[in-house]
């Protein structure tokens, strides 16, 4: 009986399976293009890296210097918050 059950449960795996399995499939909505190799130009591809990276350097410079900053104020305890509220807004 238990024999029975299990047999009858490993073939409707098997067809919940082959079901799955049947829908896929490559899509034809976005081919390869087969004229362009992925790396057509690596020294160029190298040249743009090394620029964008330079750039990512300059930004960081300054997000350090802008951080180097704030903990000076924070240091010297010069810094003062004023808060306003607005009674208009406020409701």
């Known amino acids: 009986m238990k024999c029975r059950y299990l047999g009858v449960l490993a073939i409707a795996a098997a067809v919940v399976l082959g079901s799955v399995?049947?829908?896929y499939g490559t899509s034809a909505a976005a081919p390869p293009r087969q004229d362009v190799p992925p790396f057509a130009n690596p020294s160029?591809?190298?040249v743009e890296?090394?620029?964008e990276l330079?750039?990512?350097v300059s930004e960081l410079k300054k997000?350090?210097?802008l951080l180097?900053?704030?903990n000076n104020l924070f240091k010297s305890g010069k810094l003062q918050v004023?808060?306003?509220?607005?009674?208009k807004g406020a409701r």
């Open 82 to 87: 004023v808060v306003v509220i607005d009674q």
């Open 44 to 46: 160029g591809n190298r």
């Open 68 to 70: 180097t900053e704030q």
């Open 49 to 51: 890296m090394i620029s």
């Open 54 to 56: 330079r750039e990512i």
């Open 21 to 23: 399995l049947s829908f």
């Open 63 to 65: 997000q350090n210097a």
